[in-house]
């Protein structure tokens, strides 16, 4: 464009050459009258500068309505997988993993409730026992899972709330790693004597431990185990002085009771009904803020003038963390149905298990105080697992 003047553009549409416009000379008038006949105008500059700010000012508000509907692309596209994946959940068997071996409470538990769950689902839920590290390969396996609703645990007190204190290493964080689901049910741990113990009652065994500091013995099914910490918090709420005894699992240990090597024990419910109704063992206390349901009668350590005594065994459905609240929400949904179905509750009853069915809120709310709780046990304890 080097032959046309300074201050002059080429610009579609009619030529004008307005007569007094200083910049239109006679000698450019045959230019323009070229120009026009192309469909080519020379602009002053005046409505040059006129037409660029015009049009950069559209360029801006294009450009500003181009972020703003690009955002909101964005986000319409974040929003549908997981609206989409929920439509479509589940779409293939779901995995859910249990910490411990086949036929104990968890394992049963699990089982109740995952048949059920299949049945409202449309899919099969395979369980998948992962014994090993009280429950923390389960946990790592799961934490470490797509988090697609396709792979979840059946979570406890010892997984979720216990572990991370007891153990010098945990590849997993109980908080941050799960979504909580709803927690399925507790099951109270039984206060029991040998019938030679001179105690009929806690108040009795109580004031029989203060005489005799270090003199009873309470058996557990291992070192930071739900009987071990029962019996570790009853020694710091009580203040006696009785010595814990470690056993390779709870069936061992029960038996060294009932045989009275050991005096004293915090035992499930379900695994020891059977021997206080054949007055093997005798019952003084449930360990719940409850009464449980399978034996109404038994007060609790509460009742019994120890306020707030609370150690509870507790199992409830996590998922890893990232999977879908939608998905989330199918899954609590499903649980809260199996839990009011009568035939489960039958059977988790007859288990030794008070049902529960909480909200996710409400179980990751009972999490997070059962943790501060347990840990500072553990630390009075001197309870560590390499």
Same mark, same amino acid.
């Given at each position: 464009m080097a032959g046309f003047p300074l201050g002059f553009r080429i610009s579609p549409g009619r030529a004008q050459n307005e007569p007094g416009d200083g910049l239109y000379s006679h000698k450019q008038r045959p230019l323009t009258r070229f120009l026009a006949s192309l469909g080519t105008t020379l602009l002053p500059q005046g409505e040059r500068v006129r037409r660029k700010n015009t049009a950069n000012l559209e360029s801006n508000v294009l450009r500003k309505f181009s972020i703003h509907l690009a955002s909101i692309a964005a986000l319409l596209l974040t929003l549908v997988p997981a609206q989409v994946q929920a439509q479509a959940y589940p779409n293939k068997p779901v995995t859910l993993v249990?910490?411990?071996? &086949?036929?104990? &409470?968890?394992?049963?538990?699990?089982?109740?409730?995952? =048949? /059920?769950?299949?049945?409202?689902?449309?899919?099969?839920?395979?369980?998948?026992?992962? &014994?090993? @590290?009280?429950?923390?390969?389960?946990?790592?396996?799961?934490?470490?899972?797509?988090?697609?609703?396709?792979?979840?645990?059946?979570?406890?007190?010892?997984?979720?709330?216990?572990?991370a204190a007891l153990y010098k290493k945990i590849n997993f964080d109980p908080e941050k790693d799960f979504i909580p689901i709803s927690m399925v049910g507790t099951q109270a741990n039984i206060l029991v004597v040998n019938p030679s113990v001179p105690a009929n009652s806690m108040a009795e065994l109580i004031a029989l431990a203060k005489a005799s500091p270090g003199k009873l013995n309470f058996a557990s099914s291992g070192h930071g185990a739900a009987a071990h910490l029962s019996g570790e918090l009853f020694k710091s709420e009580a203040k006696v002085d009785i010595v814990h005894v470690a056993y390779k699992g709870a069936a061992p240990a029960l038996q060294d009771v009932i045989a009275g090597h050991v005096q004293m024990m915090f035992a499930?419910? @379900?695994?020891?009904?059977?021997?206080? /109704?054949?007055? /093997?063992?005798?019952?003084?206390?449930?360990?719940?803020? =409850?009464?449980?349901?399978?034996?109404?009668?038994?007060?609790?350590?509460?009742?019994?003038?120890? =306020?707030?005594?609370?150690?509870?065994?507790?199992?409830?459905?996590?998922?890893?963390?990232?999977?879908?609240?939608?998905?989330?929400a199918i899954l609590h949904d499903a649980t809260v149905k199996t839990l009011n179905d009568p035939a489960v509750r039958k059977q988790l009853t007859e288990l030794g298990v008070d049902i529960v069915g909480s909200s996710p809120t409400e179980f990751e709310a009972y999490i997070k105080a059962e943790i501060p709780k347990w840990t500072a046990v553990v630390k009075t304890s001197g309870a560590r697992v390499e």
């Open positions: 249990v910490a411990f071996t &086949p036929g104990g &409470p968890s394992d049963v538990l699990s089982r109740i409730v995952g =048949k /059920k769950l299949q049945e409202l689902l449309g899919q099969p839920f395979i369980i998948e026992n992962r &014994p090993g @590290a009280g429950g923390n390969i389960a946990a790592e396996q799961v934490a470490r899972a797509a988090p697609d609703g396709h792979t979840l645990l059946m979570g406890n007190n010892s997984i979720l709330a216990t572990n499930t419910a @379900a695994s020891v009904v059977g021997h206080i /109704k054949s007055e /093997k063992v005798r019952a003084l206390a449930v360990t719940t803020p =409850k009464r449980t349901a399978v034996l109404p009668e038994l007060a609790t350590v509460d009742e019994l003038g120890i =306020k707030g005594f609370d150690a509870t065994t507790w199992h409830g459905l996590v998922a890893p963390a990232g999977t879908p609240r939608e998905i989330i």
